[in-house]
């Protein structure tokens, strides 16, 4: 229990820390509870959906349901998708990818990247029905987060323990806990409204084989900041996966 407290504490904003103090070295192992804490992020996120519907129209309600995981989680994965655009896009070795990454400065290529995450998020989950989006939401957040998860297994970290931004390093997962991470992720594809749209699956799937290979090539491993944008950057990929599937049904 208290390494799900770990992870309920580091991945969300909410009063977790309250319910006892945490050992430092338990949030070395959260990343398997991430996709836990996605059941969270996401059913708050709907639950201010299905709210808001209630006296607003759906593009106002989508947008608040998405302020509000915002709000849960501090922005620390639209953090670390910012921090990947900047290094990437204003660096052209290892070295300095890095040290931009860790620059606590926002650049143009944040704000463009962020930018057009936030427009393909936006689009593809308004041009679903209201019920099917929030199917989709509460899926697609905890899948996207165990497949994100997985990026500690295949890379390397990139930097020296000493010089993480949180001062935290994950450790590897066991078979047990990957077998548990992912479980956690794909129990909420019950949610979905037809079994069509497991299909959408394959986006996020794809998405991380490729970020990760790309990691590979140009870092040499990951970040937390890297494991925050593969998050996103699956999820939204799952998000325009289901609309995909939706419009073709």
Known sequence: ????????????????WRLGEVPAHYFKKVVVFWPLTGWITAGMAVLILYG????????VALVLAWITRLLVTGCLHEDGLADLFDGFGGGNNRERILAIMKDSHTGSYALVGLLAYGALLYLSLSSLPPMVAAAVILAGDPLSKAIAAQTINVLPYAREEGEAKNKTVYSRMTVGEILLCLACGLFPLAWL??????????????????????????????TGDCCGAIFLLCEVSFYLGATIVYHLL
Do not use: E
Not at 193 to 214: E, I, Q, S
């Open 193 to 222: 409204p037809a079994p069509d749209y497991l299909w959408a699956v394959l986006f996020p799937a794809g998405m991380f084989l490729w970020m990760t290979a790309f990691l590979r090539k140009r870092l040499g491993g990951y």
């Open 1 to 16: 229990m208290t390494r799900i407290l770990a992870a309920f504490i580091f991945f969300t904003r909410l009063p977790f």
């Open 52 to 59: 808001a519907l209630l006296v607003l129209p759906f593009p």
